[in-house]
């Protein structure tokens, strides 16, 4: 199912949380919202379930206008960051929770739990009581619940946000495949620019309340379209008076024309990379990623002087213009 | 650890000199003489139809009070509204106020001269010294015991579960009976058992309205009041003792229904 977002504004008090934002989200695509907290995006998921209601503008679901219909009549599956397990009720019955109201036949609910439940890998859990769960396996089980009744739009509100580094690194390429499995239209939203950029197909970047970019992750990372989204998305640094990504920066020995005099601070190496960190005349701090070859031929050290360069040629010029 | 020791003889110690003492004394005194004098007495007529007057006050106050306060809670936990800081302060008055002014305060209102009194006498209504009376003054003295056991676990819980059940289809009434409702059982539970034990030993606020005609509108409570103030000492211990199983028995519930986690 398609997703328009037209227009919509939304305040909480005197607080803009979104400013007149319009945002397109194809049938089937997998769309990651990207900003950082207070940018408006989970208020924007939670208008599109229906949860919150728009002070201006519309939901459309399938063309349809929808921006007055109930969240229970909406159609979508939503995963919150805290699970929102129901915590008296066994994983069994949460998960059955959306077939149960809808009166379904008790066998098509055993077995469709079961399907679920062997998706998630939750097969030997669906005696337990959420408290008796990992935080990743409260947050399957609440995937699993979402997916019940075959909802035509995920919607997952940092889904993995309060999960340590390794379990939501599992989860990320679990979503992703899961996405190809079960083809439901996907929109997800994270503060974590690297999970957007490896998950989704699509990233819609906010800030403010206001749709910076959308585009696909290497769109936004080579052509951002904005100060905003080049500093968010990926690492950016300022290199005399503009900002480039901290692998186009260039080191030589000789001074060249609009090259900046640094001074080598640190050096690390990092595998097949190389982060050396400088600091200019002003004393402002930089550090470059070199690969590892070319950092070898430059037989740098620790306190010298060398002129750095940006190579940002592959990147547009007219949106290099708007950055300066 | 002596100073812990210390603490938890002084702990003790407070609620045996307050609390046990003169409660053993009353059973002690009862069954001095054996059974067949408490059966007597309360077997008798009065003792009987007193203990019915208050079972009736009792089986129609908490009922009420229990959805009352849920829905109250629920009010002031989940909307946002004007006096919704009045009603939150409302619902502890009848802790604030004695019995005695809020018998006061009905007998007023219902009496010849009272707001509700004349229309309530032309139409033939009995509320004063009647049963109505009673029930009114024992709702009144158990409002808050609900809602202010339900108020801080609905604020604890917030209300995301709700949400993740209205995403997944579920109506309102869905919502509260499988959802809100399932999550704040203990402390309805918990609410319900002080109710009861409220309403059962209510006595100012009754003493006042109910006019106390034996036989007729007496409760347990003013019964015992009665038989003291005619020098039947013995026959008051006897109510007395049940009343006290009773609330000895609500102690028992009240502990075993808790969850553990909540000690």
């Given at each position: 199912?398609?997703?328009?977002?037209?227009?919509?504004?939304?305040?909480?008090?005197?607080?803009?949380?979104?400013?007149?934002?319009?945002?397109?989200?194809?049938?089937?695509?997998?769309?990651?919202?990207?900003?950082?907290?207070?940018?408006?995006?989970?208020?924007?998921?939670?208008?599109?379930?229906?949860?919150?209601?728009?002070?201006?503008?519309?939901?459309?679901?399938?063309?349809?206008?929808?921006?007055?219909?109930?969240?229970?009549?909406?159609?979508?599956?939503?995963?919150?960051?805290?699970?929102?397990?129901?915590?008296?009720?066994t994983v069994r019955d949460n998960v059955a929770f959306a077939l149960t109201i809808r009166k379904r036949p008790k066998q098509e609910i055993r077995d469709r739990v079961e399907e679920l439940l062997e998706l998630v890998q939750l097969q030997g859990f669906a005696d337990?009581?959420?408290?008796?769960?990992?935080?990743?396996?409260?947050?399957?089980?609440?995937?699993a619940r979402?997916l019940a009744a075959k909802?035509?739009?995920?919607?997952?509100?940092?889904?993995?946000?309060?999960?340590?580094?390794?379990?939501?690194?599992?989860?990320?390429?679990?979503?992703?495949?899961?996405?190809?499995e079960v083809?439901?239209?996907?929109?997800?939203?994270?503060?974590?620019?690297?999970?957007?950029?490896?998950?989704?197909?699509?990233?819609?970047?906010?800030?403010?309340?206001?749709?910076?970019?959308?585009?696909?992750?290497?769109?936004?990372?080579?052509?951002?379209?904005?100060?905003?989204?080049?500093?968010?998305?990926?690492?950016?640094?300022?290199?005399?008076?503009?900002?480039?990504?901290?692998?186009?920066?260039?080191?030589?020995?000789?001074?060249?024309?609009?090259?900046?005099?640094?001074?080598?601070?640190?050096?690390?190496?990092?595998?097949?990379?190389?982060?050396?960190?400088?600091?200019?005349?002003?004393?402002?701090?930089?550090?470059?990623?070199?690969?590892?070859?070319?950092?070898?031929?430059?037989?740098?050290?620790?306190?010298?002087?060398?002129?750095?360069?940006?190579?940002?040629?592959?990147?547009?010029?007219?949106?290099?213009?708007?950055?300066? | 650890?002596?100073?812990?020791?210390?603490?938890?003889?002084?702990?003790?110690?407070?609620?045996?000199?307050?609390?046990?003492?003169?409660?053993?004394?009353?059973?002690?005194?009862?069954?001095?003489?054996?059974?067949?004098?408490?059966?007597?007495?309360?077997?008798?007529?009065?003792?009987?139809?007193?203990?019915?007057?208050?079972?009736?006050?009792?089986?129609?106050?908490?009922?009420?009070?229990?959805?009352?306060?849920?829905?109250?809670?629920?009010?002031?936990?989940?909307?946002?509204?004007?006096?919704?800081?009045?009603?939150?302060?409302?619902?502890?008055?009848?802790?604030?106020?004695?019995?005695?002014?809020?018998?006061?305060?009905?007998?007023?209102?219902?009496?010849?001269?009272?707001?509700?009194?004349?229309?309530?006498?032309?139409?033939?209504?009995?509320?004063?010294?009647?049963?109505?009376?009673?029930?009114?003054?024992?709702?009144?003295?158990?409002?808050?015991?609900?809602?202010?056991?339900?108020?801080?676990?609905?604020?604890?819980?917030?209300?995301?579960?709700?949400?993740?059940?209205?995403?997944?289809?579920?109506?309102?009434?869905?919502?509260?009976?499988?959802?809100?409702?399932?999550?704040?059982?203990?402390?309805?539970?918990?609410?319900?058992?002080?109710?009861?034990?409220?309403?059962?030993?209510?006595?100012?606020?009754?003493?006042?309205?109910?006019?106390?005609?034996?036989?007729?509108?007496?409760?347990?409570?003013?019964?015992?009041?009665?038989?003291?103030?005619?020098?039947?000492?013995?026959?008051?211990?006897?109510?007395?003792?049940?009343?006290?199983?009773?609330?000895?028995?609500?102690?028992?519930?009240?502990?075993?229904?808790?969850?553990?986690?909540?000690?």
């Amino acid at each position: 199912m398609s997703i328009e977002i037209r227009n919509v504004t939304k305040r909480f008090g005197s607080f803009l949380a979104l400013d007149d934002v319009s945002l397109q989200i194809p049938d089937g695509s997998l769309t990651a919202v990207l900003g950082p907290s207070g940018s408006g995006k989970s208020t924007l998921l939670r208008i599109v379930a229906g949860l919150e209601q728009p002070d201006a503008g519309e939901i459309l679901l399938s063309g349809e206008e929808a921006t007055a219909v109930s969240p229970q009549r909406r159609d979508v599956g939503f995963v919150f960051q805290h699970y929102a397990a129901f915590k008296h009720m066994t994983v069994r019955d949460n998960v059955a929770f959306a077939l149960t109201i809808r009166k379904r036949p008790k066998q098509e609910i055993r077995d469709r739990v079961e399907e679920l439940l062997e998706l998630v890998q939750l097969q030997g859990f669906a005696d337990r009581y959420p408290s008796r769960l990992s935080g990743g396996q409260r947050q399957r089980m609440a995937l699993a619940r979402a997916l019940a009744a075959k909802p035509r739009v995920l919607l997952l509100d940092e889904p993995f946000g309060a999960l340590d580094a390794r379990v939501r690194a599992e989860l990320r390429d679990w979503l992703r495949r899961l996405h190809e499995e079960v083809h439901v239209t996907t929109v997800f939203v994270t503060h974590d620019q690297e999970e957007a950029m490896e998950i989704a197909d699509r990233v819609a970047v906010f800030d403010h309340g206001r749709l910076e970019q959308v585009g696909a992750p290497a769109e936004l990372y080579d052509t951002p379209a904005s100060e905003f989204v080049l500093r968010f998305v990926g690492d950016a640094v300022r290199l005399g008076s503009a900002l480039v990504r901290p692998h186009e920066i260039v080191l030589r020995r000789w001074p060249s024309d609009g090259a900046v005099e640094v001074e080598i601070e640190r050096i690390a190496v990092l595998g097949a990379d190389a982060r050396v960190e400088l600091s200019d005349g002003d004393g402002d701090r930089l550090s470059a990623r070199l690969r590892r070859d070319e950092f070898e031929d430059l037989d740098l050290t620790r306190g010298e002087i060398v002129w750095a360069t940006a190579s940002a040629s592959h990147r547009d010029a007219k949106a290099q213009q708007t950055l300066r | 650890m002596p100073r812990r020791l210390g603490l938890r003889a002084i702990a003790l110690g407070y609620l045996l000199v307050i609390l046990l003492a003169p409660l053993g004394m009353v059973f002690y005194r009862t069954f001095q003489h054996g059974l067949e004098p408490v059966w007597r007495v309360l077997s008798d007529h009065y003792t009987v139809h007193a203990f019915e007057i208050t079972l009736i006050a009792t089986a129609l106050a908490v009922p009420l009070n229990t959805v009352f306060g849920v829905l109250c809670a629920l009010a002031i936990v989940r909307r946002r509204f004007r006096g919704k800081g009045l009603l939150n302060a409302f619902i502890d008055l009848p802790l604030a106020v004695s019995p005695v002014v809020i018998g006061l305060a009905l007998y007023l209102l219902y009496g010849r001269t009272g707001w509700f009194g004349p229309w309530l006498q032309a139409h033939g209504i009995q509320v004063l010294f009647a049963l109505p009376a009673i029930v009114l003054a024992t709702i009144f003295v158990s409002v808050p015991f609900v809602a202010r056991e339900v108020i801080p676990v609905l604020r604890e819980q917030g209300n995301e579960q709700e949400q993740a059940a209205a995403t997944l289809g579920a109506s309102r009434w869905q919502r509260f009976w499988r959802i809100t409702l399932p999550s704040i059982r203990w402390a309805v539970i918990y609410g319900v058992i002080l109710t009861t034990a409220r309403c059962l030993g209510e006595y100012g606020a009754v003493a006042v309205v109910s006019g106390r005609i034996e036989g007729k509108t007496e409760t347990a409570t003013t019964l015992i009041d009665d038989m003291i103030q005619n020098f039947q000492n013995g026959d008051a211990y006897a109510v007395a003792v049940v009343l006290a199983a009773i609330a000895v028995l609500v102690l028992v519930l009240m502990t075993v229904t808790r969850p553990k986690e909540a000690l």
